[in-house]
């Protein structure tokens, strides 16, 4: 059959491409790219609908590489096509065979494991991080649904990886959402990395167990064009018939392919050759094995055999109204909480879901998830509610699906917020590292913050994540904007709006919300930037910086000091990082004297300003308050400040104790 005999020959040249820039770079995956060369030549060559001029076209199918070691296949294929490269912003170029031999070079486009931010475009995010490509291909699939498109998602996920527990988290989410325009293809080629992989990834077994969990599962032999080709064709017609009718008929399909690890190439077979290219005469003899099956396999075809490329549909442009939001008081009066608001205290998590619902009404990209705790995080306002429900996407109890759904969200242009306990995205931290590292327009909130949660005990407190998500804070993304921004706090009317704030910014921001209610600190017209902090009283002797919950206890050991005869100042420092050079000026008017307050692990604001005091080079004086045991559960949140040593009390003595007056 020609079709078959041009895929062949085709795969045969991506595999010698695979080969020789790998070797060229000395490191590199060349046998894992060869055992998924005949599906990505059915795929670019053939099935996807894309523009190798315009690689991220917004209708453009997508391929997601969630195997991402095995990349020299695809680079191989987009060399042979004239893909075009180049970082965000800047010029592209044309891929060329020439240029494969860059592959890994500092100064490269070609990254052993891609990354869209670093000129790769084709992708829509950075893998390599294994098993968390098929969640970001349900986000693309997600946003398609969502937009009306037909755009179809393919995801190649390794037979290896399919031991990562997020590997049946997505596969949960792609069933339990109806994801039918994502075809997940399993490459099956028995090889880890240090040995076979375990016979729980079997083919036959993951095929059992794709069949359990809903899917259509088709096994096939994955070097075999004409069987990958069939697949693919069901799945088209599928998607055509779910798109145009989303109560049609049919089961999301998967399918577990057959490979050869170094197919082509016998000497490669097997293990050993992970992560290792061959060289000199080992690689001589792999390129003349992969010649002989050249001859045997393409003896039908013809000088007329050619792959047609089917181009994107038209571009719609999506009309993105984006108007202002109402005031707190005017959302909460929408909602018949005007008594509440007249209270003058609200919980900064009600708050929170108070903004999700105004922000929805008025930017349609914005997009809801949540795991399972919406009803506590407050992301409920948007499930509740008939007219945006649709942008409300369940998660369940799978953080990492999630963090890794909103990036492949984001790459498709939406807006996602991702809501769970803070403490409980400790456990997708590898997932936000790689969203961030993908450019992904990611926004995560932590709701039960800190230890005021108090009688569930440490088991649901976040304690570490403001050290973690600080680091990011010092860093500089791909825009040239800090790699994350760090947000707590301390009252509705700042939760309220540091989310819209959240909104309007293009890249990474973590925010903090707290279970128990606070007072009003702020009023309606009160503006909050990214990078802002808010000097709440002026001091000579000694100024207190803290965030969410430790401000209003800062307030009351303000109390206490003045009953002392202390001028003490207070800052909210409700933003990482800050305006530094603002920040000294306070401190300097406060006698150079600083007590930061914090309701978490170390590394936090007291580490951002010791950083902030040892660049500017002046004398000042810091001491650190924050938790420095493992809690014990509590009944209340004030035996907790007590327990923790940071109670109004203990602040006021560490505070005299600075000044020797303690």
């Not at 990349?71 to 912003?89: E, F, R, T, W």
């Not at 007072?519 to 309606?524: G, K, P, V």
């Not at 300097?588 to 950083?611: H, K, M, Q, T, Y």
Request: negative net charge.
């Amino acid at each position: 059959m020609s079709f078959d005999a041009i895929c062949h020959a085709q795969a045969i040249e991506i595999d010698r491409l695979s080969l020789e820039m790998c070797a060229a770079a000395g490191s590199g995956h060349p046998t894992s790219a060869a055992s998924i060369g005949h599906i990505v030549t059915v795929l670019m060559f053939s099935a996807m609908r894309y523009s190798p001029e315009h690689p991220d076209y917004p209708t453009s199918d997508r391929l997601v590489l969630s195997e991402g070691h095995a990349v020299p296949a695809v680079y191989a294929a987009c060399a042979k096509l004239g893909v075009m490269m180049g970082k965000p912003g800047q010029p592209r170029v044309k891929l060329t065979v020439d240029k494969l031999k860059t592959l890994r070079n500092y100064d490269s486009f070609l990254e052993g494991h891609p990354n869209p931010m670093e000129g790769f475009p084709f992708f829509d995010a950075a893998t390599g991080s294994l098993g968390q490509g098929l969640s970001v291909a349900a986000g693309v699939a997600e946003a398609a649904k969502l937009d009306g498109l037909d755009r179809r998602v393919y995801c190649i996920v390794g037979d290896g990886e399919a031991r990562e527990g997020q590997i049946a988290e997505a596969l949960d989410h792609i069933i339990d959402r109806k994801l039918k325009n994502l075809l997940t293809i399993f490459n099956c080629n028995e090889y880890g990395q240090a040995d076979r992989v375990s016979g729980q990834q079997s083919p036959e077994v993951l095929a059992a167990k794709l069949i359990a969990t809903g899917f259509d599962a088709r096994v096939i032999d994955g070097h075999s064009p004409s069987q990958i080709k069939a697949v693919c064709d069901a799945f088209a017609a599928l998607n055509a018939s779910s798109a145009s009718n989303s109560n049609a008929g049919g089961k999301p399909i998967a399918v577990v392919a057959k490979t050869v690890k170094g197919w082509g190439s016998p000497s490669l077979h097997g293990g050993g050759w992970h992560g290792k290219p061959p060289t000199g005469d080992a690689l001589k003899r792999a390129l003349t094995e992969l010649d002989s099956r050249r001859v045997e396999l393409t003896s039908s075809l013809t000088n007329t055999d050619q792959f047609t490329i089917q181009p994107p549909a038209q571009s719609k442009t999506p009309d993105v109204s984006v108007g202002d939001m109402p005031s707190l008081r005017e959302a909460m009066a929408k909602l018949d909480m005007g008594a509440l608001y007249a209270g003058g205290q609200l919980a900064t998590r009600r708050a929170y879901g108070i903004a999700l619902r105004e922000l929805c009404r008025i930017n349609p990209n914005v997009v809801v998830l949540d795991a399972d705790v919406s009803n506590s995080t407050f992301a409920e306002t948007v499930r509740k509610d008939a007219a945006l429900s649709s942008r409300f996407i369940e998660c369940k109890i799978a953080e990492q699906n999630m963090i890794s759904v909103a990036a492949g969200l984001s790459a498709a242009g939406k807006i996602p917020f991702c809501s769970t306990f803070a403490k409980f995205l400790t456990r997708a931290y590898d997932q936000i590292e790689m969203a961030i590292y993908s450019g992904a327009n990611l926004k995560l909130v932590g709701s039960h913050a800190g230890i005021t949660l108090a009688a569930d005990g440490p088991s649901q407190m976040s304690l570490p994540d403001i050290a973690w998500f600080r680091s990011f804070a010092t860093i500089r993304d791909h825009r040239g904007n800090p790699g994350c921004y760090v947000l707590q706090p301390a009252d509705a009317h700042a939760a309220y709006a540091l989310t819209n704030v959240m909104a309007d910014y293009e890249g990474a921001c973590y925010m903090r919300t707290l279970r128990a209610e606070t007072e009003f600190l702020y009023a309606d017209d009160h503006v909050f930037n990214l990078g802002g902090f808010e000097v709440l009283q002026e001091g000579k002797d000694v100024l207190l910086v803290a965030s969410g919950y430790m401000v209003h206890e800062c307030n009351k050991a303000l109390d206490l000091l003045d009953k002392a005869g202390v001028s003490a100042g207070l800052v909210d420092l409700y933003s990482l990082p800050f305006d530094e050079e603002g920040l000294l000026d306070v401190i300097n008017a406060s006698g150079g004297r600083i007590l930061s307050v914090e309701d978490n692990f170390g590394g936090g604001i007291g580490s951002a300003v010791a950083d902030a005091i040892l660049s500017s080079g002046d004398g000042f004086t810091l001491q650190q308050l924050h938790v420095r045991r493992i809690p014990k559960g509590a009944r209340t949140p004030q035996e907790m400040l007590t327990q923790c040593g940071l109670d109004a009390a203990s602040i006021q003595k560490a505070a005299m104790g600075m000044l020797e007056l303690a």
